[in-house]
């Protein structure tokens, strides 16, 4: 048992209380995942720049792993424009025109990565949404939407790298949250890493966010690629998928994970449950729904 939430703004806003809005949702389904808690918030691009996070534990050689990771990044030809250290993270944006995926398997080789992205930052820890907050300060954190997560652990250690989200490895920009589990996970896996993949956990989430990146890759909409996954994937699974420009759903034939929606004029939202919604519009009743078994739908901001 996970809880999941999304926001997006449909209109032209350019950004919004994202952090502080997620936070709350989260904070209403929080007893569905006490273990870790994650969140994939997108700003602003600016071109030709890559945004990379990277765990660095508590280990007391932190400074040694950011040495190793600024020598990397400058042998790949990246520039590097603005860093710092937050948390346990490592925060760098770079100047890079080169290929994403080489950029993120060699870093990946060299540092834990967290996420690569022109707008996508993810951040996530064990704990809290309230406990990540404080480590992070995601409430400051003013952008255009984003995915939460609150994971309860059944398959994995509590450990801040097998927390959610978790971005499509090699594809920038691609985030997935998700409740459930994927059973024909390990023969979906060697079929992408027959062409080259890498994952960098056994966790199937990660699965999802590379099987999506792959779809557009190859000139799919998000909206072809969520409604291929309903047949592709076996499984119970209700997740949530984020791009630079959209957010969208999908939903198992069984219906066995549960989704609420709402949206109006301006935003749409979705989580686990109603009391995250409600979280967002206290005192106010709200016109919700539950999207029906095998359906998948995407908004986008530029609508």
């Not at 273990?35 to 990277?54: I, V």
């Not at 030809?77 to 948390?87: H, P, W």
């Not at 100047?95 to 994403?100: F, L, Q």
């Not at 949404?129 to 409430?139: G, N, W």
């Amino acid at each position: 048992m996970c809880g999941i939430a999304g926001i997006m703004y449909k209109g032209n806003e350019d950004i919004f209380d994202t952090g502080e809005a997620l936070i709350r949702m989260l904070d209403g389904c929080q007893h569905r995942g006490p273990d870790s808690t994650g969140f994939a918030l997108y700003g602003e691009a600016n071109p030709g720049e890559l945004k990379l996070r990277f765990f660095l534990g508590t280990a007391s050689d932190s400074e040694t792993v950011i040495g190793t990771i600024r020598q990397r990044l400058l042998a790949l030809k990246a520039v590097i424009l603005d860093e710092s250290e937050i948390g346990d993270n490592y925060r760098v944006t770079v100047r890079y025109v080169g290929d994403v995926q080489k950029l993120a398997y060699e870093m990946e080789h060299t540092a834990k990565v967290i996420s690569i992205g022109t707008s996508l930052e993810i951040v996530k820890d064990v704990g809290s949404a309230h406990e990540v907050d404080d480590r992070y300060a995601v409430h400051n954190y003013r952008g255009t939407h984003g995915l939460g997560h609150v994971r309860l652990a059944t398959e994995s250690d509590v450990k801040p790298e097998a927390s959610h989200p978790f971005w499509a490895t090699g594809f920038a920009d691609v985030a997935i949250v998700h409740n459930g589990q994927i059973t024909n996970y390990w023969k979906m896996r060697r079929r992408l890493e027959q062409r080259g993949f890498e994952f960098t956990t056994d966790n199937d989430s990660e699965l999802i966010a590379v099987y999506l990146a792959d779809k557009l890759a190859q000139g799919s909409d998000l909206n072809t690629a969520l409604e291929a996954s309903i047949d592709d994937l076996d499984g119970t699974f209700s997740f949530l998928v984020s791009t630079e420009d959209q957010i969208g759903y999908a939903k198992d034939r069984l219906a066995a994970k549960p989704m609420i929606l709402y949206q109006d004029d301006d935003l749409v939202a979705v989580a686990s449950e109603e009391v995250s919604l409600n979280r967002l519009f206290p005192g106010r009743s709200l016109n919700t729904r539950e999207p029906a078994p095998g359906t998948y739908a995407t908004w986008s901001r530029l609508t």
